[in-house]
């Protein structure tokens, strides 16, 4: 290659200005021949140098081109999942997106290039890479200009959403939420068309959601109150609506006509065609009222337009039907003169051969009821629904006639249930805790059911009133206060008399508790009793037993309970089964703690116990009377037949000791023989008795001294017998019957049940005969519960009683002491509240059986008084001891008045309770001197105490 290039470089170089030509010129012929020969070889050389050469450029160019392209398409792989990729991890917006990308591609390219293997490489991969790079540019600047566009839409989106969801929690601020929104997208660089549509979408957003909103909060303010016929797109006021646009219509239409137009009978607009379910020659101007609000208004959905738009959607729904006013409806998308047009060229569009040239008439008749929808009676547009289109408005409203009806049924479910609730409570009682109100009523059902239901919830809270006062009402009251609740002939008399029924079943139910288990009912129905009885059973005294007991009876008697009990009966099992306990082993420990605990009022609880054993009912009726070594005697001989008893005693001995107890018992016997279940007592009686002979006998006494003792300790020193009478032996006996002869004069008073009479003989005579009778031969005999006398008839064997089914009679203690006498309109609590100045509240104490405590003066104090404050009204209560054993401190009295509930009354003032307190006293004075004296005032009846 060398040896050629030199000798290229021989030939072709110039030299001295002499090519080879011109030297082979001046060379000899040979030698130019050879020269020339020579030069031939050289160029021939030279040419295919050339030749070679080229080929060789070419090769390379082609090289560097199939290098690039191959490159450059890498390159486009490459770079379009790069693209594809920062796309996708792009931040909203794609913000510096394209200056980003192309950066980062120019430092790319220029690192290609530099790293191509030749300039021909070089230069064909930059002219792909460039035209790459323009591609690329172009995407990524039409992605940015796409996510910009698609960010500006999201944000705004988001905020109408946002605003939508405000607009949704409170409605009221719907507006400052649209122009929160929409003033930003005023601003924004995009172009106009684009933010009108979502301006207009925006604010079908947000209005939609304010007012499902209210359709749900507030569905009333939408399609008005349920049966008030309300205009609902008015906001719930009545002005116009179907009440208005019907009227118009009745007007227009007419009554009967045989064939309208061809379309057959048609009687107040409504036309068989139309209608062939329906006979209308028989309808009334009512019923078809009726028929047109369910097939024509309500099939527009005529609550739901606006106001100005309603009597030309109704007209043209009863013209056309409802199918084409929907379609006319949808079309004029609220605006009422629309529709009215629309409305006209529908009637132009009827063939004349239908139509029957009622064409003018139906357009007139439709511009009449436009003007009738402008009109200045009518109202304006709901504010909720004005701000939709027609479809959105449809939505809505149905919306809110959903959620009505939801609410409805929620509230029917929920008050139906209280309803039946308080009714069930007033039959016991009870009122209702947290009263109805009409508002709620409103909420469940329409005006005219809400008031009825309304009415009959009041009638059943003041039913709920009369059974409560039913509860404290003395008996003879309750009959007086159901007879006053009898049904009104008129409305309302079938619910008055159900009233009336409940009341009487309730009063009946009552009487019947009270029978029942007396103690029971006044312990749950009567505060003072309660209190005194929860104190009993956190505190079990004798002073607590005691105040328990009295302010029991005490309200028991008020009440007009013939046989007052301390026990309730679930009391009186318990303590039943305490003494049965263990056979009875433990009977007398435990009628013993018993006795000891309810004191002077043993003999009541004794009385309430059935279920026992003979010798507690022995132990109980003896009650502390004998020494507990006899208690321990009779408790022990009654584990013993009394076969045994007798083993090993002289038969005579024992034959005689029952003769003698017999003739000892014979005149108790007998007191016991009018008395339902005195038998059975007195055989327990004996049967101790004797037992309790045989056992003296076998501790060495005589028949005759063990008889006697043994009667002594069960029966003899317990009681004195006269007649019939068994009279306690703490009780003066003499005392006691000239207070039963006190009774036996004033029977002449008294109103008796009189036996039966000849039908001619006069009433006063037959009482007369009756009365003059029984001074002669009645019985004074005690009473089955042993606490005092009562009159019995020989002649009819029967109890003598007064008219309203009460013992004639009285307890020993009133015997002995008579009740004081009550002055004249004062009832045994003194007078009525209305009678004294100042007096809020009468007193709750019997004035005619207080307690007497003995001065050291020798007089006596009965109701001692003194008065504090409390709760804004002066309390006037005694200082007597309820035992009437003693004179209480002030602080005493309080505590007393606290532990029982009873006073004197309450007063405005403390004047006016000093005053009635000096009043009180002087009435206590002359009772008692009269008292003493043997008179009795004359509306006094003694003998009708509890016996």
């Known amino acids: 290659m060398v040896r050629v290039a030199l000798l290229q470089q021989t030939v072709n170089t110039p030299s001295g200005g002499i090519d080879a030509a011109q030297r082979t010129q001046q060379l000899p012929t040979a030698q130019a021949e050879l020269w020339q020969q020579a030069a031939g070889a050289a160029q021939a050389v030279g040419t295919a140098y050339n030749a070679h050469e080229m080929a060789a450029d070419r090769q390379r160019k082609l090289d560097g081109a199939v290098w690039a392209a191959d490159a450059a398409s890498n390159a486009t792989l490459t770079w379009q999942q790069k693209m594809q990729d920062q796309q996708l991890s792009a931040a909203p917006g794609a913000p510096g997106f394209t200056k980003d990308f192309l950066g ?109 909103s209210v359709a749900q909060s507030n569905p009333g303010a939408i399609v008005g109150q349920p049966g008030t016929g309300a205009t609902a797109a008015a906001g719930g006021t009545f002005a116009g609506g179907f009440a208005g646009a019907d009227a118009w219509i009745a007007q227009k239409e007419g009554g009967y006509v045989g064939n309208d137009n061809g379309k057959g009978p048609t009687n107040y607009g ?52 409802p199918g084409v006013a929907n379609r006319l409806i949808a079309a004029a998308n609220g605006d009422p003169d ?50 939709l289109n027609y479809q959105t408005r449809i939505q809505v409203f149905n919306a809110a006639k959903t959620q009505q009806n939801q609410d409805m049924a929620l509230w029917r479910a929920r008050i139906s249930g209280r309803l039946q609730d308080t009714q069930a409570m007033a039959t016991q009682g009870i009122s209702d805790p947290t009263p109805l109100t009409m508002d709620t009523l409103l909420k469940a059902f329409p005006p005219d059911e809400a008031a009825q239901h309304y009415q009959a919830y009041q009638d059943g809270q003041q039913l709920a009133l009369d059974v409560a006062n039913i509860k404290g009402m003395p008996n003879d009251q309750i009959a007086g206060l159901v007879q006053s609740r009898s049904p009104m002939a008129g409305p309302g008399y079938a619910q008055a008399q159900r009233d009336q029924q409940i009341l ?62 301390i026990l309730t009966k679930m009391q009186a099992t318990s303590l039943e089964a305490q003494i049965r306990d263990k056979g009875g082993a433990n009977a007398d420990q435990v009628i013993q703690q018993q006795a000891q605990l309810w004191g002077p009022n043993w003999g009541t609880v004794f009385g309430q116990l059935k279920d026992i054993p003979p010798v507690a009912k022995v132990l109980g009726y003896l009650g502390d009377s004998v020494d507990a070594s006899t208690r321990t005697q009779i408790m022990t001989a009654s584990q013993v037949k009394v076969d045994e008893l007798k083993d090993g005693l002289p038969t005579s001995d024992v034959s005689a000791a029952e003769k003698n107890l017999q003739s000892l018992t014979k005149d108790f016997a007998s007191t016991m023989a009018y008395t339902v279940g005195g038998a059975q007592t007195f055989g327990a009686l004996y049967d101790s008795a004797q037992r309790l002979t045989y056992t003296y006998m076998r501790q060495g006494m005589s028949y005759g001294d063990a008889s006697q003792q043994a009667f002594q300790n069960i029966m003899g020193k317990n009681f004195n017998v006269v007649g019939n009478a068994r009279i306690p032996s703490q009780y003066d006996q003499k005392a006691v019957m000239r207070g039963a002869s006190g009774l036996m004069d004033g029977l002449d008073k008294a109103d008796l049940v009189t036996p039966p009479a000849p039908a001619t003989m006069r009433a006063e005579d037959a009482k007369g005969l009756y ?7 009645g019985k004074w005999i005690t009473g089955a519960d042993g606490k005092g006398l009562i009159l019995f008839d020989p002649v009819s064997q029967t109890v003598v009683r007064t008219q309203d089914g009460k013992p004639v009679g009285a307890s020993w203690s009133d015997l002995v002491n008579p009740p004081a006498p009550t002055p004249a309109g004062w009832s045994a609590f003194g007078p009525d509240a209305g009678s004294v100045k100042g007096m809020v509240s009468p007193g709750n104490i019997d004035l005619t059986r207080r307690p007497q405590v003995k001065n050291d003066d020798g007089s006596i104090s009965t109701v001692r008084s003194m008065s504090f404050e409390e709760d804004g009204k002066e309390v006037l209560i005694p200082t007597v001891s309820d035992d009437g054993k003693r004179i209480l401190s002030d602080d005493e009295a309080i505590a007393q008045y606290h532990r029982t509930g009873k ?45």
Do not use: C
């Open 104 to 212: 980062n591609y120019d430092s790319w390219k220029a690192e290609q290039i530099a790293a191509a293997p030749d300039d021909d490489s070089r230069r064909y991969l930059d002219q792909h890479l460039t035209q790459l790079r323009t591609s690329f540019g172009e995407k990524a600047i039409a992605f940015e200009g796409q996510q910009k566009v698609k960010w500006r839409e999201d944000t705004f989106a988001n905020a109408t959403q946002n605003a939508a969801d405000a607009a949704f929690n409170d409605p009221s601020q719907r507006d400052k939420l649209l122009n929160d929104i929409l003033t930003p997208l005023d601003a924004m660089d995009m172009p106009g068309e684009w933010k009108a549509q979502q301006a207009r979408a925006a604010t079908q957003k947000v209005n939609l959601a304010a007012a499902l």
């Open 270 to 321: 409504i036309n068989s065609t139309a209608n062939p379910d329906l006979d209308v020659s028989k309808l009334t101007p009512e019923t078809a009222s009726a028929v047109r609000k369910s097939r024509y208004w309500d099939a527009i959905h005529g609550d739901a337009l606006p106001p100005a738009m309603q009597p030309v959607a109704y007209n043209l729904a009863m013209s056309s039907g």
């Open 338 to 387: 629309k529709l009215n047009q629309l409305a006209k060229n529908y009637f132009d569009q009827i063939p004349p051969e239908r139509a029957n040239g009622n064409t003018p008439g139906w357009k007139a008749r439709s511009d009449e009821a436009l003007a009738l929808g402008k009109s200045t009676a009518a109202s304006a547009d709901n504010p909720v629904l004005s701000s």
């Open 504 to 565: 009487a079943q309730a009063a009946a139910h009552v009487v019947q508790q009270r029978q029942a288990d007396p103690s029971a009912y006044v312990a749950q129905n009567a505060p003072a009793v309660q209190a005194a009885q929860r104190q009993f059973a956190s505190n079990p005294t004798p002073a607590t037993a005691q105040v328990y007991a009295q302010t029991s009876i005490a309200e028991q008697q008020r009440l007009g309970i013939d046989k007052p009990q």
């Open 771 to 777: 009365v003059s009778n029984l001074k002669s031969n």
């Open 903 to 947: 006073y004197l009354g309450k007063f405005d003032t403390p004047d006016n309770a000093d005053a009635y307190a000096e009043q009180l006293h002087q009435q206590q004075e002359e009772a008692y001197l009269k008292r003493g004296a043997g008179q009795y005032a004359p509306d006094m009846q003694p003998w009708l105490a509890p016996g």
